[in-house]
């Protein structure tokens, strides 16, 4: 793997940047190999990183149906946060902020990560409410949250609309000043190229079709539109289409699956200094490191495995940021995305062995998957490897919907749910 330096960018200068390699090897699967992980978004490329430089494995494959990161992990809207409401989940979250902040070292890449604060908007008493307990539940875990009046949200982040006359006025807003953004495709090209010099190999246009499993039951490999491929272990991150693969092997999950849609407008200067989430009004926005505002909205009602949604979504949630940041009325809107969310019962993911041995699964992540990127990648690592869960994601096992230990953060999973 090449070094990314200041040295080295400056010999590279010199050279016109043509001596440049391939950030990761393409490559043609092999026979078999040790691990394969299904999916080759940003927690599958995670997972065979880890794999290969925290357990020392080396024989493994991610394969991916399309292009590498071309689901879930750029069809988002990079936000970052750890201040969720229960201890099982801010502990997860919180695994993952603390690797966020040194990913960029660990991988010799910038993941362009940028902890500006993310400010949780309240407009209603129970919105009042719901905020403070979640400030004051994530100070007793030990992570940062802060309750602000309207004018002390005003001076954190100066575009917000206070105005007592709106629809729905500012009450007051919890602040995570750890909170942020990131580079979605940075993320997953770091982890691609890190997990490449492992040893890793990453097949792309490679569609799981079937899962094969031996006479006692345990997976032996899988088959793909490039041929079956052995291994003693699968671990599948698929997104949306974790259900579909895990029904291959006979496994049925509690999942949902909804389009999520989002926007970009065309770029400005530097206006807006944070993250500002809504989920009364539908609505949360950022600004990116090029200038476009980067909007979300909530979930389409429908269930669908479409890349795309209903017009009414975005025009909903326009209607709220313009009266909530009234300055960015005149901006155009330069493009919009849809990715599909899959939705557990409790909105909370499922990171565990599967009924099938040697089949583990990470999912259910909702709108929740890129902020948990470097934590959720590394605990399914943990439970590959070792084949048991590590005691951060213990509790977030598929048997919990049988046995009614659910972990209820649809408040808290915001404005998706």
């Known amino acids: ?42 927690h599958g490329l995670g997972a065979a990183y880890y794999l290969a430089k925290q357990h020392g494995l080396r024989n493994i494959a991610v394969v991916e149906r399309g292009w590498l990161a071309g689901g879930n992990t750029a069809r988002n809207t990079t936000i970052i946060r750890s201040n969720y409401l229960f201890e099982q989940s801010s502990s997860y979250y919180e695994h993952a902020l603390k690797l966020w902040e040194g990913l960029s070292e660990e991988l010799n890449y910038n993941v362009m990560f940028s902890q500006r604060g993310c400010l949780m908007v309240a407009h209603t008493v129970h919105d009042v409410q719901v905020f403070k307990r979640h400030v004051y539940a ?59 010099d492992l040893g890793v190999d990453i097949i792309e246009n490679c569609e799981v079709t079937g899962i094969d499993r031996d006479p006692s039951g345990r997976v032996a490999g899988v088959q793909t539109t490039r041929g079956p491929i052995r291994a003693g272990k699968i671990g599948v991150s698929a997104a949306g289409h974790s259900s579909v693969v895990l029904a291959m092997a006979g496994i049925r999950l509690p999942l949902q ?6 926007l970009v407008s065309e770029p400005v200067k530097p206006a807006f200094p944070c993250v500002v989430m809504s989920n009364t ?48 009325r005149r901006l155009r809107m330069l493009r919009s995305w849809g990715g599909i969310t899959d939705n557990t019962p409790d909105r909370s993911p499922i990171t565990a062995k599967t ?28 439970t590959i490897a070792r084949d048991e869960p590590h005691p951060i994601n213990a509790p977030f096992t598929i048997e919990r919907f049988r046995d009614g230990t659910l972990i209820d953060e649809a408040a808290a999973a915001a404005v998706a749910h």
């Not at 209903?310 to 300055?327: Q, R, S, W």
């Not at 040697?358 to 690592?381: D, I, M, S």
Request: aromatic share 10%; proline share 7%; glycine share 12%.
């Open 257 to 262: 699956v909804n389009p999520l849609q989002a």
């Open 1 to 42: 793997m090449q070094k990314f330096s200041a040295f080295s960018l400056a010999r590279q200068a010199v050279g016109r940047h043509l001596g440049w390699r391939p950030q990761w090897r393409s490559v043609a699967p092999k026979p078999s190999y040790d691990i394969i992980i299904v999916g080759g978004g940003g």
């Open 138 to 196: 994530n100070r007793l875990n030990g992570i940062d949250n802060e309750w602000l009046t309207p004018e002390e949200a005003k001076a954190f982040c100066p575009p917000l609309n206070i105005s007592p006359n709106i629809r729905y006025p500012v009450l007051g807003a919890a602040l995570q000043r750890r909170a942020g953004t990131a580079r979605h495709d940075a993320v997953a090209w770091g982890f691609a190229r890190a997990a490449s």
């Open 281 to 328: 009004i539908h609505a949360y926005i950022s600004q990116s490191d090029k200038g476009e505002m980067v909007i979300g909205a909530g979930t389409d009602s429908y269930v669908s495995y479409t890349q795309r949604g209903g017009l009414h979504i975005p025009a909903h949630t326009l209607e709220a940021i313009c009266e909530l940041v009234p300055d960015f």
């Open 355 to 382: 009924s099938v041995p040697g089949l583990y699964v990470n999912c259910g992540w909702g709108t929740g998957g890129f902020k948990a990127t470097p934590g959720a990648a590394n605990l399914f690592a943990w």
